[in-house]
């Protein structure tokens, strides 16, 4: 099992900027991908964004651009960073891990979710 705990949502102002983060602990051993899920009100879950272990990236269109994964291997934390927040960016973020085999599309683990909203 793998136990993941996101932190940094908050509120803020349109053309903003957040840093999400993501520990992992548990068996760790076995994640090859992480990555970010997000489902707005009365929306279905998206993937935002994902990282394999070897550092390949995949952004949805949506955030290409403004938004960058990182992980940091040594620290097990993956990380979120989104510049040029706009309102319909406002959702719960969830991190995802998938273990080797498996696909960030249909992720095997997930954070509980933190909250991001952007309003002026």
């Known amino acids: 099992q793998v136990q993941l705990v996101e932190s940094g949502g908050g509120l803020v102002q349109p053309g903003g900027s957040l840093r999400l983060s993501c520990a992992a602990s548990g068996s760790i051993f076995s994640i090859a991908a992480m990555g970010w899920y997000r489902q707005a009100p009365g929306k279905q879950r998206e993937l935002v964004a994902a990282?394999?272990?070897?550092?390949?990236?995949d952004y949805s269109d949506s955030v290409w651009g403004r938004f960058t994964i990182s992980r940091d291997n040594a620290k097990n934390r993956v990380y979120l960073q989104m510049k040029g927040l706009k309102p319909e960016d406002t959702a719960v973020y969830y991190c995802?891990?998938?273990?080797?085999?498996?696909?960030?599309?249909?992720?095997?683990?997930w954070g509980q979710g933190t909250q991001v909203t952007v309003s002026s």
């Open positions: 995802i891990a998938v273990p080797r085999g498996g696909n960030y599309y249909s992720p095997d683990y």
């Open positions: 990282i394999t272990s070897g550092g390949s990236t």
